[in-house]
T-cell receptor, first 113, second 112 residues
């Protein structure tokens, strides 16, 4: 089947605007992760969803960041009032219950002007 | 808190040379260890992983890594690199929830 997909692939926005990034995990994968890859910070964990459990939001850098996962499948990462330091590649990964490997999507490159 | 340290940020070598990338981790519990690779313009892909058992693990494309518990290390090796191995390599460790903690990455450039 298809791998993890993310949209858009690129997003350019103005400072202060809100953005939504979408992740479609591999079908049947119950675990979904968001990471951020930026020049200054490398690859950082943001948030983790596992089935119907409450998400682990411990990696979100500020309250401007939020994410949801509808129906245990698609996830949306929302960044409100974007700042220039939010510019990064946002990566989504999914994993099934029995597996131990996270499969990554191609990422969304966010540029905040 | 766990952390992952990669020794080299940038490595340049010629084709057919041997490659070894260092990775040390800091974590008090049982660890699961990974090496991921990101080829230019592509997404992160798993090279290999270690969970338990034989500490020498073999991955794709001729890569292998050795887990040395006493040294908290998980170094990646390839005996003879190719130009197509030019990529960024990330060492990572997961906690019990599966969250990946990545090292800073090592950019490897293989010259023809």
């Amino acid at each position: 089947g298809a791998g993890v997909s993310q949209s858009p692939s690129n997003k350019v926005t103005e400072k202060g605007k809100d953005v939504e990034l979408r992740c479609d995990p591999i079908s049947g994968h119950t675990a979904l992760y968001w990471y951020r890859q930026s020049l200054g910070q490398g690859l950082e964990f943001l948030i983790y969803f596992q089935g119907n459990s409450a998400p682990d939001k411990s990696g979100l850098p500020s309250d401007r960041f939020s994410a949801e996962r509808t129906g245990g499948s698609v996830s949306t990462l929302t960044i409100q009032r974007t700042q220039q330091e939010d510019s990064a590649v946002y990566l989504c990964a999914s994993k099934n219950d029995l597996g131990d490997t996270q499969y990554f999507g191609p990422g969304t490159r966010l540029t905040v002007l | 808190a766990q952390s992952v340290s990669q020794h080299n940020h940038h490595v340049i070598l010629s084709e057919a040379a041997s490659l070894e990338l260092g990775c040390n981790y800091s974590y008090g519990g049982t660890v699961n260890l990974f090496w991921y690779v990101q080829y230019p313009g592509q997404h992160l892909q798993l090279l290999l992983k270690y969970f338990s058992g034989d500490p020498l693990v073999k991955g794709i494309k001729g890569f292998e890594a050795e887990f040395i518990k006493s040294k908290f290390s998980f170094n990646l090796r390839k005996p003879s690199v190719q130009w197509s191995d030019t990529a960024e390599y990330f060492c990572a460790v997961t906690d019990s929830w599966g969250k990946l903690q990545f090292g800073a990455g090592t950019q490897v450039v293989v010259t023809p």
